[in-house]
């Protein structure tokens, strides 16, 4: 049996889904179920937050894709405890490369190499639903507002994180391994609003928001240290930040799917 944590969200959804499709024993873990959830898949509710409560979900499984959430070391604990023999982690690429910053998933990563159970790390980029954030201005008023709007980085469709993690759960040889997750380009802010609009059929404008502006947005919601390290990301990227990894297409077996891939695709949530 594999348990997916996180199974509502944007990589675990599709996860599930694939799992499902490929006939594996599935449970998905996430602190609510959905009103519409796919019938035949079985659904616990747990807080990761609360890793004793994981222990009658965990139990039995043989492997268990890990949301970074909650206390790392003991979900990790929990995991051995049920009988969990391999652990996928969904990471984060600053992870790597600004560990400060990221300490949180660094922490994840180190619990989870520390386990002695087989391991592997997914660590992602920027997620092409990020752009989400501009659905209400988008149907409002057809502007999208970001900073730094022409740094361009290699955002990631979620699905292809999703569908990268069903085959390391499902095969053989990845124990060890960390895979950086990328989109097949780095494009810019202001390109990937056009690509909005592309699939929209309309002409999405863009606006240079100030990095003040940004920050105060993002601190609404995040700790203020995550706000600052996103924004080094997104207005003064590394040179491994910058660069599009093979990983995706390596596992996979073809390009990791496109930006304007993802907006045809999502074109319904702006409208």
């Avoid at 149907?139 to 022409?150: E, I």
């Avoid at 077996?253 to 304007?260: L, M, V």
């Amino acid at each position: 049996m594999i348990v997916v944590t996180g199974a509502t969200g944007n990589v675990g959804r599709p996860l599930v889904a694939a799992l499902a499709a490929a006939g594996a024993q599935v449970t998905a873990v996430s602190r609510s179920k959905p009103a519409e959830w796919p019938s035949g898949i079985a659904h616990r509710r747990a807080d990761l937050a609360e890793p004793e409560g994981l222990r009658p979900v965990l139990d039995g499984a043989d492997a268990l894709f890990l949301f970074p959430q909650g206390p790392a070391d003991a979900l990790v604990d929990v995991a051995k405890a049920g009988g969990v023999r391999r652990i996928v982690l969904l990471s984060s690429q600053g992870a790597g490369t600004r560990p400060g910053a990221y300490a949180h998933f660094a922490g994840f990563e180190r619990a989870v190499r520390n386990s002695g159970l087989a391991w592997t790390v997914l660590r992602p980029g920027g997620f092409a639903t990020n752009t989400l954030a501009w659905q209400e201005s988008i149907r409002v008023n057809w502007t999208a507002a970001a900073p730094f709007g022409d740094v361009a980085l290699p955002f990631v469709d979620p699905a292809d994180v999703a569908e990268v993690a069903a085959k390391v759960l499902l095969g053989d040889g990845h124990a060890g391994r960390v895979y950086e997750l990328t989109g097949p380009a780095p494009l810019t802010p202001r390109e990937r609003a056009h690509a909005i609009g592309e699939a929209l059929g309309v002409a999405v404008r863009f606006l240079d928001q100030s990095p003040a502006d940004a920050r105060a947005e993002m601190a609404a919601q995040v700790p203020g240290p995550i706000a600052d390290a996103t924004l080094a990301v997104l207005g003064d990227p590394l040179p491994a930040e910058r660069r599009v990894s093979p990983d995706v297409e390596r596992i996979l077996g073809r390009p990791a799917r496109s930006f304007a891939e993802w907006a045809a695709r999502s074109a319904a949530a702006f409208e």
